[in-house]
Structures are given as structure tokens and as C-alpha cells.
């Protein structure tokens, strides 16, 4: 069946531009993650929600970042006056309970330049 | 706050060859433990987990236990193939905790 969709694969955008990156996950997931990973490192927790509501964000780095899933199914991650430093690969997982032993399924991630 | 140690890579081997990958944990509480795996041009997919001490995850000849008394959870394959390279990294999950920790990973190539 299909995976966890994430679009655009890749994304180019100038310092101090407006982003959106899009995830959809595997349906009837109820919980979804996004995550951001560094070159050569691993994975960073930045937001999950539970349903609709974002049950925990104490991931995201400051407040030009913000992800929202309106209808708790597809979710956007949105990156205000973007910097240099949010270059990176976003990756979007989906669980079915999102219970701690659910596992997730990932999604293939957005690649993010900023020029 | 909770971390994960991996032993830093690339690791090479050749085909056949025994694979040990290192993995040290730091956590508060008791967490849950597990191996995911990219695939070249593929998305993290989990290999297999542990949910307490002494508790043995196994999938595709990769296994990994649960070492409370050393912090450890070690993975390893008793003769590992060409398609087995790849970056494994290993994470951690606290109870209750709806977020995994990552360690850095480990890129492993095999050779024929």
C-alpha cells in the first residue's frame, strides 16, 4: 500500500523566504511526526500530533517554524524568514496509535537549501 | 535529557564478515530501544526494537539485546550480505514518551 508521501523532494529557496512542506501520511494514521536531520547526523524530534491537535512541539526551534493538520490527516510544516541554518532534510512519519511502541513509518523527507 | 551514542563510521567490510555496531543510551527512565535502517534512495524503516532488559530483537539475521546493566544495545549480524549497506541508526524511546531519540548513525558498506 502507500507510504508516507512527502512533497517536494527537494527545495531551493533564498534566505529570508517562506517555506511549506507537505506530508501525507499513511491513511488512518492517527499520529504524525516530523523530524529534521542534519547531514551526518541523525534525526531531530520536532513536532508530533495526535489527531488534529499538536500534542507535543517542544521540538521546534524557535517560532519561525510551525506545522499545522487541520483536518488530521495531511500536515504542513511552515518555515517563516528562513536562514541558512534550516538547511536540511524534513522527514515525516506516521503511526497508527502513536502509542511509545508504534512503530513509524517514514516518509522519504523534503530536502531544504537555503541560498 | 536522553541521548544515544553510536560508534562513528563508515564502517566497511567484506562480504560474509561478522557486523558489530556499537549503541549507548543515556535515559531517565526505561526506555524502549531500536534499530532503523536506510536503504540507499529509501526512507528510515525500523529493523527491530526492545521494550525491556534482556529482551532479544531479531529481524532479517540482525539482532540486538537489551543490556540495562551496561546501557547497551549493540547490533549485530553473524555474516552480513552486499545488500545490507546502508545507514543504521540506533534510537531510543522513553515510556510515555512519544518521540524517539536518534544517535548519529552509522553508514555501513559491504563488499563483494
New interface residues.
Partial sequence: GAGVSQTPSNKVTEKGKYVELRCDPISGHTALYWYRQSLGQGPEFLIYFQGTGAADDSGLPNDRFFAVRPEGSVSTLKIQRTERGDSAVYLCASSSTGTANSPLHFGNGTRLTVT | GDS?TQMEGPVTLSEEAFLTINCTYTATGYP?LFW?VQYP??????LL?A?KADDKGSNKGFEATYRKETTSFHLEKGSVQVSDSAVY?C?L?????????????TRLTINP
Avoid: C, N, R
Avoid at chain 2, 41 to 46: R, S
Fill in positions: 544515544v524502549s532503523y534512495g529509501e526512507g528510515l524503516q525500523l526494537k521494550t541508526f534510537a524511546s522513553d515510556q510515555g514518551a512519544q518521540k524517539l531519540v536518534f544517535g548519529q548513525g
